[in-house]
């Protein structure tokens, strides 16, 4: 599902918000942040980043989160984590809503579902824009996020302006890590 192209000025602006039971309870470590710090300050040296604390896995919390940086008319928006279906193969993992928070909350967006071998929903990828947000999920895992992150700098620094070519940038970049899935 994909709607709309999007003009992308410089990012100077970004907040990384990490999702998940998980790490908020402090059981998993929360490795993806300062990668995708990493990253990001690969496009614009300059960039102001926001941190936010870990979230639990509850929809509404997360949107309020992702709305109130929306308000604050941040440049970019990346959730990390909430977004596969684990908690059906793993006790220690809480049930994933970040896809489903983006899903009711952008108007313009391309997203694309990976499906695992045994048929599970492995990961939910989302780019889009609400007022001049852009706002993307990367999946929880670090490999997978690593991925993602490098394809969506890629695409940005390349200027393009396509959801649809970003999202599928950053869903090809995903399969590349485990091969056929």
């Given at each position: 599902m994909c709607w709309g192209k999007v003009e992308f000025g410089l990012i100077s602006s970004?907040?990384?918000?990490?999702?998940?039971?998980?790490?908020?309870?402090?059981?998993?470590?929360?490795?993806?942040?300062?990668m995708v710090m990493q990253e990001l300050l690969?496009?614009?040296?300059?960039?102001s980043i926001i941190r936010n604390e870990p979230l639990i896995d509850n929809e509404d919390i997360i949107t309020d989160c992702i709305n109130s940086y929306i308000e604050k008319e941040v440049d970019l928006i990346i959730l990390s984590g909430g977004s596969g279906e684990g908690h059906k193969y793993s006790?220690?993992?809480?049930?994933?809503?970040?896809?489903?928070?983006?899903d009711s909350l952008l108007n313009v967006k391309c997203s694309t579902e990976l499906y695992g071998k045994n048929g599970h929903l492995w990961c939910k990828l989302i780019c889009g824009i609400k007022n001049k947000t852009i706002v993307i999920n990367?999946?929880?895992?670090?490999?997978?996020?690593?991925?993602?992150?490098?394809?969506f700098k890629n695409a940005y620094l390349e200027d393009s302006?396509?959801?649809?070519?970003?999202n599928a940038k950053m869903s090809d970049a995903v399969k590349m890590q485990y091969g056929s899935i």
């Amino acid at each position: 599902m994909c709607w709309g192209k999007v003009e992308f000025g410089l990012i100077s602006s970004a907040v990384i918000i990490p999702t998940g039971d998980e790490l908020k309870s402090g059981i998993i470590l929360d490795t993806d942040s300062p990668m995708v710090m990493q990253e990001l300050l690969s496009i614009n040296s300059n960039l102001s980043i926001i941190r936010n604390e870990p979230l639990i896995d509850n929809e509404d919390i997360i949107t309020d989160c992702i709305n109130s940086y929306i308000e604050k008319e941040v440049d970019l928006i990346i959730l990390s984590g909430g977004s596969g279906e684990g908690h059906k193969y793993s006790p220690i993992l809480g049930k994933d809503f970040t896809h489903l928070s983006l899903d009711s909350l952008l108007n313009v967006k391309c997203s694309t579902e990976l499906y695992g071998k045994n048929g599970h929903l492995w990961c939910k990828l989302i780019c889009g824009i609400k007022n001049k947000t852009i706002v993307i999920n990367l999946p929880g895992p670090y490999k997978e996020a690593k991925a993602a992150i490098v394809a969506f700098k890629n695409a940005y620094l390349e200027d393009s302006t396509n959801l649809k070519i970003i999202n599928a940038k950053m869903s090809d970049a995903v399969k590349m890590q485990y091969g056929s899935i």
